[in-house]
């Protein structure tokens, strides 16, 4: 048998091991790389790195300063500033309720608080602000909800349901929760007060002590309004609001895009609100350094901030309180007499005729249906009212500028005026009184028929009219003695640097058929159409008290500065008188309307409507006035019941010689003719008088009295 050798076949070369080798190379190689690298990161630029880790961010934090202060004219501290020890917190970037939470617990344990409006959705924050009670909350939410993507929906859900499953929090946990509130409540970077008012200096102590307990807690000083001569003008200041408030609501847009923060304290009505960019000062800058946990790790004061600047008043708060005291008694007098249950109220303004400043205003308000009296220091510049005879001076001064009568010759027939399906138009005295007037006659004893008969004159009816029958006037009647009377301000704004002033709806021209309303034109030129602001009726008396330049009412006088030590710093603003407009009348013109002003007083004729004041030397000049007027019984309801009423007046200027106050008064919708506004005006008068020291003249003689 011959046997065959099998050749053996040849075993192929493995790569394994080339592979591995490779591979470990490669490993190699980015190992020493790494090393390298991690060499260069500690060796050459550790240090770099390490300050990286360990930087700051910094962020610019203000805070809110004391206001201006508010003085009377004779440097009376009217409204000031209380200092108080409070309590701040600083919130952080990006700090969590949790974090809130413990802060809130430890500064609970130095301090007291009110519990005061603490909802149950308060309570649900604080308690979902530990992590463990949130998961447990969230793990009974449905599970839809819990695998929610929007954590805005699923927090509400847990609100709710944590709502309805609190714990019995006792006393001093609420205080905690408040605490909580007002952190949670504090948007990033801003300071709130936690608490501001009553804060003891032991809680002052125990919270210094502890401030590394607590991030972004602080001690803190804030500020409240006070009144060191009472509140008595406080119709006129105005109010600040508080840090909770914060801004008003209806301008918050507009305050937020000026800087202002959302719980600024800011004026809110009045002086306050009038002067806020004057009064708020310059607020606090705090450079805070924030770690790289977003926690506040320090605080540096780069400007501690500047008060506001000061306001100084035009007003004596002396004379202020004699007038406004004049006014409640006289109309607590007339609503003791069963003469002013309809009555809105009375007012009284006073202001100087040679620079226009505000010396006195003041108000009181009556509600009808209530019976409640209440200041309305400023219803002298924000209502309006029908005030009567007050406005013949003006007229008087506006024909002579038409030229129907002149200084020599202005004696008027004394007849009324008979108009087709009108009641007969006369004075409030018989017909027949009088068979004529000159223009100094017609002021001092009111006579109405004169100044129809010059509107008449005016507006070209005089060759035309026929007793009984239809009056034709020129249609530019109404424009001609309007235009006149806003000579003296009647009828526009006085620019008076308060608030709110309102200037009145004149009445139609028109009737309801589009024909010239006649009637209504000849009861305008004895003011008994269109409506007034008191303020407009002041500026009009100090326009013929300093011979024709109407002047911008003014109640700021200066602005001044407070020296760190709290003592007056300098003035840096003062008010310039402004003179507004000339009346269009000649010297000779306005002395003869002075003297029929003069004789409204001291005529001795036995329809003088102003002899109550005849007493008051120095003399004073001035008119009174009467309007029929309408109340309703109910003024909410227009259905109600009209009742006819009278609407007293008055406005003067004094001493008569050399005027340095002009007065205005008004108290609308009596039902009885009084002396009401007579008496609120001689009191003004002779309190101006005494608080100014203005003495009597010797051998004053009121016949031979010459106010030229």
Do not use: C
């Not at 603490?118 to 939410?141: C, I, N, W």
């Not at 450079?287 to 540096?300: C, K, L, T």
């Not at 003469?339 to 303004?349: E, M």
Request: hydrophobic content about 35%; aromatic content about 8%.
């Amino acid at each position: 048998m011959k046997y065959i050798r099998t050749p053996k076949p040849k075993r192929e070369r493995s790569h394994i091991p080339f592979r591995l080798n490779l591979l470990f190379f490669f490993v190699f190689v980015l190992l020493a790389a790494l090393v390298a690298q991690l060499a260069y990161l500690q060796i050459m630029n550790g240090e770099r790195f390490k300050a990286d880790v360990d930087s700051t961010g910094s962020a610019v934090v203000t805070g809110s300063v004391p206001r201006g202060q508010i003085y009377d004219s004779q440097g009376r501290e009217l409204v000031a500033n209380q200092a108080n020890s409070a309590i701040v917190y600083t919130k952080g970037l990006g700090v969590t309720a949790k974090q809130m939470r413990k802060t809130a617990d430890t500064l609970a344990k130095y301090i007291t608080v009110p519990v005061e409006n603490l909802s149950k959705g308060d309570m649900a924050d604080y308690y979902l602000a530990d992590e463990a009670v949130t998961k447990a909350v969230l793990a009974k939410l449905p599970l839809s909800m819990q695998k929610s993507t929007d954590t805005s929906a699923q927090y509400k859900a847990a609100r709710a349901y944590a709502e309805k499953h609190l714990p019995a929090y006792s006393d001093h946990e609420q205080e905690a929760i408040m605490i909580f509130k007002k952190l949670n409540g504090a948007s990033q970077l801003t300071t709130v007060y936690v608490k501001d008012a009553d804060v003891t200096e032991a809680e002052v102590a125990s919270v210094g002590e502890n401030l590394t307990k607590m991030p972004g807690i602080n001690l803190g000083t804030n500020w409240s309004r006070t009144y060191p001569n009472g509140t008595s003008m406080s119709g006129i200041i105005g109010t600040v609001s508080t840090e909770k408030a914060g801004l008003p609501e209806e301008s918050v847009n507009a305050y937020l895009a000026n800087g202002y923060a959302r719980n600024d304290r800011v004026g809110t009505s009045y002086l306050e609100k009038a002067y806020e960019n004057i009064l708020k000062g310059a607020k606090s800058r705090t450079q805070v350094e924030i770690g790289n946990s977003n926690n506040i790790v320090n605080q540096i004061v780069d400007f501690k901030g500047a008060q506001g600047d000061n306001l100084n008043l035009t007003i004596d708060s002396a004379y202020q309180a004699k007038v406004q005291e004049t006014v409640t008694n006289v109309f607590n007098q007339a609503l003791a007499n069963g003469h002013a249950s309809l009555s809105d109220g009375a007012y009284a303004v006073a202001i100087n005729p040679k620079t226009g400043a505000l010396l006195a205003i003041a108000g009181r308000q009556h509600n009808v249906k209530t019976g409640q009296v209440t200041d309305d220091a400023l219803g002298p510049i924000n209502r309006t009212f029908v005030m009567g005879s007050i406005a013949k001076p003006a007229m008087v001064l506006g024909a002579l500028q038409d030229g129907v009568i002149t200084t020599t010759n202005n004696t008027q027939a004394d007849t009324a005026i008979y108009l087709r399906g009108t009641p007969v138009k006369k004075s409030d005295y018989p017909l027949g009184t009088f068979a004529s007037l000159t223009a100094v006659q017609a002021l001092e004893r009111s006579s109405n028929m004169y100044m129809m008969w010059l509107a008449i004159k005016e507006g070209g009816g005089e060759n035309t009219y026929v007793p009984g029958q239809s009056l034709r006037l020129n249609e530019n009647i109404f424009t001609k003695m309007r235009g006149y009377f806003n000579q003296f301000g009647l009828g526009v704004k006085t620019g008076i640097d308060l608030p709110g002033e309102v200037l009145g709806v004149p009445g139609a021209e028109h009737n309801e058929y589009g024909q010239l309303a006649v009637g209504s034109a000849l009861d305008m030129s004895y003011g008994n159409y269109d409506p007034y602001t008191l303020i407009q009726e002041a500026q009009y008396a100090a326009t013929v008290a300093n011979n024709g330049y109407r002047m911008k009412p003014y109640v700021v006088q200066s602005i001044s500065k407070t020296l760190s030590d709290g003592s007056a710093g300098p003035v840096v603003q003062t008010t310039t008188p402004t003179v507004l407009s000339k009346i269009k009348n000649s010297q000779d013109q306005i002395d003869l309307v002075k003297l029929g002003m003069w004789q409204v007083i001291h005529g001795t004729s036995g329809w003088s409507t102003g002899r109550a004041l005849s007493t008051l030397n120095p003399g004073v000049a001035g008119k009174t006035g009467t309007a029929e007027s309408f109340a309703r019984v109910d003024p909410d309801d227009s259905t109600s019941t009209q009742v006819e009423t009278i609407t007293q007046s008055f406005i003067g200027f004094a001493p008569a010689k050399d005027p340095q106050v002009a007065i205005a008064v008004v108290v609308p919708n009596l039902s009885k003719m009084t002396d009401y506004a007579k008496d609120i005006a001689k009191q003004m008068f002779q309190d101006y008088y005494t608080i100014n020291d203005i003495q009597p003249e010797a051998g004053y003689n009121a016949d031979a009295y010459n106010i030229n």
